[in-house]
């Protein structure tokens, strides 16, 4: 999933302090698994800044809405109707859905209420951890299936380095050596043959290095 | 003026607990203040954060929630997780300028009639030192 943190609070209020209306949309998806932007983020988030605004003697207006996915434009255009009242839009999706938004209500100010992090995964209630970075070109199939990419602080293809020490990685005894995570992974699976192998130097153009990316799928794309 | 203040206080109770404790504190024929209204939930884990809030956002001056002695969760861990919501909704608190002392988590059993009824009395007595939830005069009518 793509994860998220609401962004602090101060930063919020700057954005809405000049409009009297808000309309505070959340999203069903990513950001509800890792509770930054879903429904119950959204009734919390509008909750706090009712009360920052009335204890400075100003009654906001916040209509809350969460929508199944704010990232697809049949979704938020379920938003029409209720967009026309209000002054400013406040939203609590990824960085994808706050720009889908931005793109369908061309005439009112739109902002982030989280800081967008990385695609994760949970490692335990509560606890998320980035796991891929969308490099284009999937490696896991030569790696045990654990990123050096995401995982790996160097992004060593050929690793590990001088830094691994019992398992750990160097910037901190709470990060796990990639490396040696498929290293284990291989030897346990019997298939050392692999680490053999030099990785080539990775072409990163199918990544973010070419430019924004797009998927045209032609049997699809109308 | 503070002495005419009488504090609205929401005591989100346990059924297991809290709440027969209530019970208990009224056959034994103990006091506790008015000010208290009790919400009978079925476990301290069912208070979510947006509960507390919105209780404040609506003028409670202050909120508990009481759930069972550590370890005897009906539920076996709900009381922990309503410790920790509780904790978290403080600092949530604290970050829009309302005090997070106005918001406790305690813990008893179904036979503490007597803790239930002290409790009572000392939450609505710390609630009336700290005076009225500060957005109490600005907050809108209730339709």
């Not at chain 1, 409009?19 to 879903?38: D, H, P, R, W, Y």
């Not at chain 1, 072409?203 to 699809?220: C, S």
């Not at chain 2, 003026?1 to 034994?28: K, L, N, R, W």
Request: glycine residues 10%.
């Amino acid at each position: 999933m793509i994860t998220a943190e609401r962004k602090p609070l101060e930063e919020i209020i700057e954005y809405i302090r000049p409009f009297q209306k808000i309309l505070l949309i959340g999203c069903n998806e990513c950001v509800t698994v890792c509770s930054a932007g879903g429904r119950k983020e959204v009734g919390v988030l509008s909750s706090l800044l009712q009360m920052s605004f009335l204890k400075q003697g100003k009654n906001l207006q916040i209509r809350e809405h969460t929508l199944e996915r704010q990232c697809d434009p049949e979704y938020v255009e379920e938003l029409v109707s209720m967009v026309d009242g209000v002054d400013a839009i406040l939203s609590m999706a990824c960085g994808c859905g706050v720009q889908e938004i931005c793109r369908r209500f061309k005439n009112k100010p739109v902002f982030p209420a989280v800081n967008t992090k990385f695609m994760g995964a949970s490692e335990r209630q509560g606890v998320w951890a980035e796991r891929c970075q969308g490099c284009g070109n999937c490696l896991l199939g030569v790696t045990g299936g654990i990123c050096p990419i995401a995982r790996c602080s160097k992004q060593l293809m050929n690793g590990p380095c001088g830094g691994s020490t019992n398992g750990k990685c160097e910037i901190s005894p709470d990060v796990d050596c990639a490396w040696q995570l498929i290293w284990d992974r291989l030897k346990a699976l019997g298939m050392e043959d692999r680490y053999e192998e030099i990785i080539p130097a990775k072409d990163w153009r199918p990544g973010r290095a070419a430019g924004p990316r797009k998927i045209i799928r032609e049997d699809l794309a109308e | 003026m503070m002495e005419d203040f009488e504090p609205v206080i929401i005591a989100f109770c346990c059924h297991y607990c809290a709440y027969t404790a209530a019970d208990m504190a009224g056959s034994q024929r103990r006091c506790y203040p008015a000010n208290v209204r009790i919400i009978r939930v079925p476990c301290s884990g069912k208070v979510d954060v947006i509960h507390i809030l919105k209780a404040f956002e609506n003028g409670a001056d202050g909120v508990y929630v009481a759930g069972c002695l550590e370890g005897d969760c009906h539920f076996k861990n709900g009381n922990i997780r309503a410790a920790r919501r509780v904790a978290y909704a403080r600092k949530l608190m604290e970050s829009v300028g309302i005090e997070g002392e106005r918001l406790e988590m305690v813990n008893l059993s179904a036979g503490m009639g007597d803790r239930f009824a002290e409790i009572a009395g000392r939450i609505t007595e710390k609630i009336r030192k700290m005076g009225p939830n500060p957005i109490r005069n600005t907050i809108r009518p209730v339709a």
